[in-house]
Structures are given as structure tokens and as C-alpha cells.
């Protein structure tokens, strides 16, 4: 199968990035298929380091994802969690028992002298997943919302005060005097790769971090293979509720235009969805090209069929340039 | 009843301990019954602060204690710790999925700057404990064994490696620089006070590190009451396994004359099984009074009985002063 041959580079933040890793996951072999995972949702929360995108990565490829809710694990248990409640600790941020053991590993790990690219290594590996989830810094790198009620850390704004104060601006604390990590830069240099690919997860929120961390958008700009971007947008609909609301709050178009043009300088190419054709021409006058498919991965073989489409798709856009 | 007047303080460690605590609670009301707790077998251990005989003693006052394994929660699930197994975390300590929500709310009180007392009336307020449960100390104090494998923390020594280094001695590291908390030393200088029980914990493993700190030995050397203390040793057998083979490498006699011997400074009277009832006029040689009783306490009925006696015992002591 051709396809085995071709390598990739993907960026990505948690659920809807995830659902395409997934399905690339299934065409390729693990060795040919490397993802930078966004950190800047992580935070410390009961004195443990949480990494939801990394985690989410790492659950979705062992099998051990929770569909329902996008996060943590599936039969998972909740014992901890209510314990917790009745001692009176914070409990608007659920953790699972077994999700709180990735956490704990993860402290453990780290304050042993592993960088978390090293510790998330350890961890994919001890749940068997093969495929490298790398993150995009070993630094920490804090997705930020200023509000009216002032600044908010990402979970705080979007779990524990559920999107309700308004929002002024999205902020990456600690990307400037962030780098990239080794591992993380070295994918997007890797010999032979056939291009990088842009996950369908929100570009704001889990994309912009990574290209905001030193090192991530030069590489980009440098790599000699076509990078491409899979819209998370399907005719202005797949946001939802509390992000919808913080587009709009900040002012920006959450469509496939409203991508294309954020992405102008990175993408070559964007995937988008059948039903978005009607903006097909506006994104290939901004110098992108568009392929169009059914963008939505609702199970394992859309996932599969979309990553073949975006994998075929980026090898066709190498091979003309 | 006579005995809802009467007040005492309690030094104690964890399971043979909390016993007679259960039991004393069953006849006092909670606000004349303070506990003074061992917490030399503290550890941090994936970076959450483990107390064992204060959560032992919480646990059983909130009826939550495992009969059967002497620590940890009864219907307890093992979800984090099978989680944290295959992650490849250090699994030699058993941490049960509601245990582990007291150690991370310990945690989080400290970090918060709550003192360890301050923290452990939270905890036992949470699983609504009223008996004041007192830590010896807010400052760290750890019992270590001295081997001939070096020296190793008690845990470490203990549960990891299950008492099979030779051991040469026991250090409680941090005893000369730790004061006695002020709750503690309080309870012991109250107002009103029948007496001071120390509970039928290892004298050497369990009460010493209590004795230790600086403050505790002159508070009860001070106090207008009587100290009484209760064997936790029956015929020489009530010693367990890697504890028996621990006291027999530091040359300690465990019985009855050697736990009053461990004592004489300290107690005006000892309560011992009447199995050795020969060693009685050996004890009462030594300027200690002494009462028998059935020392062994199988349910709440024996352990309510045994507080009665007790209490009777250092009530009467107090009398004939």
C-alpha cells in the first residue's frame, strides 16, 4: 500500500484534531506518523500537571477514549472524585481514578527530571500507543483569557466559570520565551516527510498556541513540503456552545473563510466540507489550494476515509510543487 | 453517666490505637476526648503527604476503617492504583481510589498554608469526625530504621521492602528540632483533665516518636494527672510478623515487663492481660500501678468494655493521689 510510505507531521489539540490522528493512525504505520500535541491547555490543578490534549491524544490512540463526553477515559470510575467532594476539595474539574493515575505518573515523572516530551513518552508507552505524541514545548506555555472579570487560566475560564465572563482577548502566556521542544521541531524536519497536516481542531484555541512557540512557525515557513489544513468548520456549524460564544465575544468569523485567512501564510492547502463549496473560490484567491470532501468524522471509518483524503491530498499538492 | 464528666487525652498510633480510641469515643462525648497522633510514619510519597495513624484514626471514628487490612477505606476501588501500575508508577504502596482523595486534599490544605493540624481538623470534619485528632506536631518528624542495607525510611523500610533488612536502630529524624503542636500540647495541659491513656500502639514504633518531640515528655512529666498506658502485648504474641522480627534485631524484649520497663518514667499505671498476670508484682516493683483486664478487642463491645476499664483505672489512679 502506498500510503505506508508517506510520513507526516500533524498539529493538533484534543477531540476533533484527535478523531483525524486517529484515522491516520490507521493507515499508516505508527513509525511514519508524529503528532505535536498543544500544551497550552495544561495547568496545574491539585498540585498535579494536567495535559488535556496530550491526554486526549493518547486515550483516543489506545482505545481508551471517552466518545461521549471528549475527554477522560472510557468506564472510567468516580470514587476518588466524590471522596474528594465530601473533604471539601475542588471538584469542578473531574478526574476520573484511572485518568487521575496519568496526572500522578505525569508529576511523578517530572519532578524525577523528565521534560514532558520524555514523560509523555513514558506514558503513551505504558498504554501501548506507538504513535509519537509530541509536546509542542517542554515549557510552559498557558492559554490565557482576558475577561471582563479580568484574566483567566483557559480551565478556569472554560470548565470551572463555564464561559460565562466575557471575553476581551486570548493570550499565550509563556510562548514567547518558549521553544519548541527538540522532538517536536524535529518532526516537522524529519527526512522524507511527505508534509505537515493541520488537524481539524480549533485554530484559536489549539492551534495557535503550538504556531506560537518559538521555533514552530519558521519551521513551517522552512519546510520544503506542503502543509495542509483540515477546516474544524463545517458550514459555521461545529463550534459549539461555550466556544461559539467566545468567537463571537472576540470578534472572530468562525467559518471556513475566517480560517483560511488565519492560516494564509502557514497553509498550502485546506480541506474543506462539501457543504462550505460556496467559499471554495474566495480561499483559492488568498493562494490556497482547496480540496472538498464530507468533513465529518462520526466514526472509525470516517476518520480513516477523511485521513486518507487529507494524506492523498497533501502527497498530490508535494508532487506538483 | 458518671463518666461523661471525665476527660481525656490520648496518645496513639494506628491500628491497635485507634481501638481503644473507637472505643473511648463510645463512652465520651466527643469534646472530652482529644487524640494525639503519631505521625512518624508520615512519608511523602507521589508527592502527596501520607499519614497513616491520623487517617487511621479518622477512618475508624468515621466507621470507614478496613477491618481486615488495618489501613485504608473498606469498599474501597483500586481503579488508580491498577492505572498507575501500568503506567509503570511505584505500586509498593497501596492507595485505594477514596483514600487517595484524602492525601490530595491534605495536600492541597498545606500548600494553602494550613498547618498539619489545621489540616487534619478539615480532613476529620469532612467524614465527620468530632473527636479532636491531633498530629504530635506540625513540624516533620520521620521514624527511621537504621540496617544493615543503610538507613531507610519507615515506609520504605516496611511496606516496600517488607522488614527484610537487618535492622540496627530506630532514628525518628527531626524530633530535636520539632516542637509539639500547640494542639497537642494543649490537650494535655487542659483544665478538667481525669488523665493521659496511651494506647495499646508499639511503644517503641508508635509512641515514641510521640515522646520525642520536644515538649510532649515534659508535659506529661508536668500534668497534675495521672498517665496510664495499655499493653498492647498479650503473652508476648501480639506482635506481628515483621514487627516481632524488628524488635528482636534491637534487642527489644516485647512483653509486658518490657513495655512497663520502656515506660516507668513516664506512666503511674499499666494496664495488662490478665495472661500475664505473673509479670504483675515485677510491674507494681517498678512503682507502676497496674489493673488486668481481657486486653484483646475483637469488636466494638470489647473495645467499649476496655475504655470502661481504662478509664475506670485512671479515674480511680486520680482519686488516690
Redesign the interface.
Known sequence: MHQNQQKFAVLSGGVGGAKLVLGLAQILPARNLQVIANTGDDFDH???PVSPDIDTLIYTLAGLANPDTGWGRHD??W??????S?????DWFRL???????H??R??LL?GGHSLSAATR??AR??GVQTAILPMSDAPVRTHIDTADGELGFQDYFVRLRAQPVAQAIRYRGADKANAATDALTALQRPGLTGIIISPSNPWLSIAPILAVTGIESALSDCPVPVTAVSPIVAGKAIKGPTAKLMQELGITAGVVGIAEYYKNIIDGLVIDTQDAEHRTTIERMGISVAMTDTIMNDLTDKTRLAEFVAGFTAELRAAS
Chains 1, 2 share one sequence.
Open positions: 491539585l498540585g498535579l472510567e470510575s470514587n476518588f472524585m466524590a471522596a474528594l465530601e473533604l471539601g476539595g475542588a476520573g481514578d484511572r485518568d487521575l493515575a496519568m500522578v505518573r508529576r511523578d519532578a513514558e506514558l505504558g498504554l
